[in-house]
């Protein structure tokens, strides 16, 4: 849950103006970290942000009869706290206990796709790769696997390739909402801001719930210089998730663009209060883009 608002962060033009330089929404390319940020502030969302899918510990194999049931209940205690280590951020804790497990039951596609989000998430994308690869070797049929390794691909900024893995995804449940909001992500990262309008819009058909794939949408229309439009359906998220900090970061910038800065500071005091990690420079523009 986002902790609630503490509204007493308040930044200076000058420090807030900064702020929106790093965030890129002045029109430019800047490459961060081997991601490719396109022009403008999607980078707030669209390429900064991984959706990763987090599948079963056992979903994908039925447990094969050479495990004893204590092998089985141990596996079982060990993914409990691995899924407890990624809710806590823990990642490489994450990474051990899924090693674990793949030493103890190595044909089970699960853990090696699981493996992989934990790389993913402390950017070690090549070796999450071959996990997700090894994933797709044991369950070819399986759409997670495809779907994270798509994840990693865009941050090595192979956007085409990470394309056709959410096509794939996308031909084996052509109803998965966030399959489309990754492909709108990879479009966003070739500059086919068109494209990823209508990948997000249908995300946001599929998942009315899906607020990501929404704040998506508005960035795309601001992208595609909709800016009236794009604020709308901003301030429709704002209004809908008051406690979303990085929605609040994304309106700050339109705002701002508009000429509208008290509003604007307004909106970056309140995405500061609610994820005050805004304030620190070094993580807006290294970590948040």
Known sequence: MIPSPHLKDCLTLYSLALCLLLFGYLFRRTKIKGFSMSNGIISLFCLGLFLLHPTAAWGLESPSPSFSEEQLQQGEAIAKKAFTATEQGNFGQAEAYWS????????????????????????????????????????PEATDPYLNRGT??????????????????????????????????????????????????????????????????????????????????????????????????????????????????SNWVAAVGMDHRYQDIDWVQKVRE
């Open 100 to 139: 674990e497990l793949i030493t103890a039951f190595p044909t089970n596609p699960a853990l090696w796709s699981n493996r992989g989000n934990a790389r993913v998430s402390q950017n070690k994308l090549a070796e999450a790769i071959l996990d997700f690869n090894r994933a797709i070797e044991l369950a």
């Open 152 to 265: 990693a691909l865009e941050g090595q900024g192979k956007f085409s390739a990470a394309i056709e893995d959410y096509n794939r995804v996308l031909e084996l449940d052509p109803k998965d909402a966030m399959a489309y909001n990754n492909r709108g992500n990879a479009e966003a990262g070739l500059g086919q801001w068109q494209e990823a309008l209508q990948d997000y819009h249908k995300s946001t058909e599929l998942a009315p719930a899906f607020a990501w794939a929404f704040a998506n949408e508005a960035l795309a229309l601001y992208e595609l210089h909709r800016t009236d439009e794009a604020l709308r359906k901003m301030k429709n998220i704002a209004r809908k998730y008051p406690l979303f900090p990085d929605v609040r970061a994304a309106l700050t910038a339109i705002l701002w663009t508009k000429g509208q800065q008290g509003e604007a500071e």
